[in-house]
Nanobody, 115 residues
Framework: QVQLVESGGGLVQSGGSLRLSCAAS????????MSWYRQAPGKQRELVAG???????YYTDSVKGRFTISRDNAKNTVYLQMNSLKPEDTAVYYC?????????WGQGTQVTVSS
């Protein structure tokens, strides 16, 4: 089992920045990749960014150049640095861990960007 705890969400004005954190515990040796998803009201959950190993990263087109995913293996933590935030980035952000047999999810953290 893997436990994920997100933090760092909040309310920010358009153009502002936030950094989300996802701390993993439990059977973390079986985690192959970590990702951030988001779900806005009335919309499907979408993949925002992912990291496999320490350098292989993925970003959805709408956040490229604004968001950066990184990981600190010593702290078992993955970060999502979000800059130049837009109102359309408003959503609940979820941390995901891709395990060998299962996927694990955090509880989510709300990000609200005001115009």
């Amino acid at each position: 089992q893997v436990q994920l705890v997100e933090s760092g969400g909040g309310l920010v004005q358009s153009g502002g920045s936030l950094r989300l954190s996802c701390a993993a515990s439990g059977s973390i040796l079986h985690i192959n990749a970590m990702s951030w998803y988001r779900q806005a009201p009335g919309k499907q959950r979408e993949l925002v960014a992912g990291i496999r190993g320490s350098a292989a990263t993925y970003y959805t087109d709408s956040v490229k150049g604004r968001f950066t995913i990184s990981r600190d293996n010593a702290k078992n933590t993955v970060y999502l640095q979000m800059n130049s935030l837009k109102p359309e980035d408003t959503a609940v952000y979820y941390c995901n861990a891709e395990g060998t047999l299962n996927d694990y999810w955090g509880q989510g953290t709300q990000v609200t960007v005001s115009s």
